[in-house]
T-cell receptor, first 114, second 114 residues
Framework: AQSVTQPDIHITVSEGASLELRCNYS??????LFWYVQSPGQGLQLLLK??????LVQGIKGFEAEFKRSQSSFNLRKPSVHWSDAAEYFC????????????FGQGTTLQVKP | EAGVAQSPRYKIIEKRQSVAFWCNPI?????LYWYQQILGQGPKLLIQ????????DSQLPKDRFSAERLKGVDSTLKIQPAKLEDSAVYLC????????????FGPGTRLTVT
């Protein structure tokens, strides 16, 4: 069965520092992978997605993610974090049969220090 | 364009009571999803509609949860009777098509069962 693991429940970085959020997935075939961000009281917003092709994916708000099949990973990165990036981040994989069903990780809460 | 609308935003009920949530997807979106997000966890799909037909309800507790999308537009999710463990945020999402299409999420309904 498909699953997503986000090893870090909570991460704190200083404003201006670089960021990497880890995501590992379990899926038998080529996965469709997503990163979403959720601010308090808000719905989830799509940051970026990987379907195929170039393994380095660019998203909104300066985020990027790299798909590494050998490591079953899809880590999210940002070179310089802004205070407004403080939120909860979810990695997700599309379920088998590609019906659109998303299987989410448990999320990583990002705190940004001034 | 208007986003996914949900109401109410917050609801507090006692166990064994019933509750209903409403979702209006983005105009023209054929696929509608209901997710349950328990505190500290990622969202979990409860039910997926394609127009007014059910695509996936494998994780819907059918003894107490029901959902409908009668005219293929807005949808209602009902819980009857509610249990303490139903306390969660209920997220509605819609997409133009299934199969990897971007899902747009509403702000969610926070349910507290006492």
């Amino acid at each position: 069965a498909q699953s997503v693991t986000q090893p870090d429940i909570h991460i704190t970085v200083s404003e201006g520092a670089s960021l990497e959020l880890r995501c590992n997935y379990s899926y038998g075939a080529t996965p469709y992978l997503f990163w979403y961000v959720q601010s308090p009281g808000q719905g989830l917003q799509l940051l970026l997605k990987y379907f195929s092709g170039d393994t380095l994916v660019q998203g909104i708000k300066g985020f990027e993610a790299e798909f590494k099949r050998s490591q079953s990973s899809f880590n999210l990165r940002k070179p310089s974090v802004h205070w407004s990036d403080a939120a909860e981040y979810f990695c997700a994989v599309a379920g088998s049969g590609n019906t659109g069903k998303l299987i989410f990780g448990q999320g990583t809460t990002l705190q940004v220090k001034p | 364009e208007a986003g996914v609308a949900q109401s109410p935003r917050y609801k507090i009920i006692e166990k064994r009571q019933s509750v209903a949530f409403w979702c209006n997807p983005i105009s023209g979106h054929a696929t509608l999803y209901w997710y349950q997000q328990i505190l500290g966890q990622g969202p979990k799909l409860l039910i997926q509609f394609q127009n007014n037909g059910v695509v996936d309800d494998s994780q819907l507790p059918k003894d107490r949860f029901s959902a409908e999308r009668l005219k293929g537009v807005d949808s209602t999710l009902k819980i009857q009777p509610a249990k303490l463990e139903d306390s969660a945020v209920y997220l509605c999402a819609s997409s133009f098509a299934s199969g990897g299409g971007e899902q747009y999420f509403g702000p969610g309904t926070r349910l507290t069962v006492t």
